[in-house]
């Protein structure tokens, strides 16, 4: 399988529960990141975890890294109706270049 | 601060034609990413630039695809002679200069929706 790939592909939850998406990579990495699309629009920068961390923390969200284990996850608390998104997990490998999963797909029902 | 800018938002060319896309990266930012995104799938890096320099081409077509980001205005991705598996959204991203190890955040322009009828 490629590097950076997401799991499950689609997810779906009521508003108010948690939302976990993971992330497995192959290959050595400098940083991972985590992005939001809506249908249709571009992606919006959620967090950046540097291979050096292992968890770390904006608002409703929660990411780790397993750099052991060539995983991350992302954790979505108390999800809203505007949290459907796909979510995608990118890996810089220090080449810039990211590279990016196929997504989960979450869908929070109101 | 405006963010990533990129036009058209929308293109629509017959087969044969030209496309061209434009990125203007965020202030103060030098380094300008393509990627390409098919339906239901995530994004792909084409190349990575800095003014005047292609850094990474890795993930282009060796044919049709040629990119640019000259020391005044847009970067540019050209699509020469389109076919119709070149229709996807193609995102511009930049960056700021890298300070050490830690890499930086890529922030990425609204897209073009290229159909190539």
């Known amino acids: 399988s490629q590097q950076g790939e997401e799991d499950p592909q689609a997810l779906s939850i009521q508003e108010g529960e948690n939302a976990t998406m993971n992330c497995s990579y192959k290959?050595?990495?400098?940083?991972l990141q985590w992005y939001r699309q809506n249908s249709g629009r571009g992606l919006v920068h959620l967090i950046l975890?540097?291979?050096?961390?292992r968890e770390k923390h904006s608002g409703r969200l929660r990411v780790t890294l397993d750099t052991s284990k060539k995983s991350s996850s992302l954790l979505i608390t108390a999800s809203r109706a505007a949290d459907t998104a796909s979510y995608f997990c990118?890996?810089?490998?220090?080449?810039?270049?990211?590279?990016f999963g196929s997504g989960t797909r979450l869908q929070v029902q109101p | 601060n405006a963010g990533v800018m990129q036009n058209p938002r929308h293109l629509v060319r017959r087969r044969g034609q030209e496309a061209r896309l434009r990125c203007s990266p965020m202030?103060?930012?030098?380094?300008v990413y393509w990627y390409r995104q098919l339906p239901e799938e995530g994004l792909k890096f084409m190349v990575y630039l800095q003014k005047e320099n292609i850094i990474d081409e890795s993930g282009m077509p060796k044919e049709r695809f040629s990119a640019e980001f000259p020391k005044e205005g847009p970067s540019i991705l050209r699509i020469q002679q389109v076919v119709r598996g070149d229709s996807a959204a193609y995102f511009c991203?930049?960056?700021?200069?890298?300070?050490?190890?830690?890499?930086?955040?890529?922030?990425f322009g609204p897209g073009t929706r290229l159909t190539v009828l």
């Open positions: 290959t050595s990495i400098n940083n």
């Open positions: 990118a890996t810089d490998t220090g080449r810039r270049a990211l590279t």
């Open positions: 991203a930049s960056s700021p200069v890298r300070g050490g190890l830690s890499g930086d955040t890529q922030y």
């Open positions: 202030k103060g930012h030098s380094h």
């Open positions: 975890i540097r291979s050096n961390e």
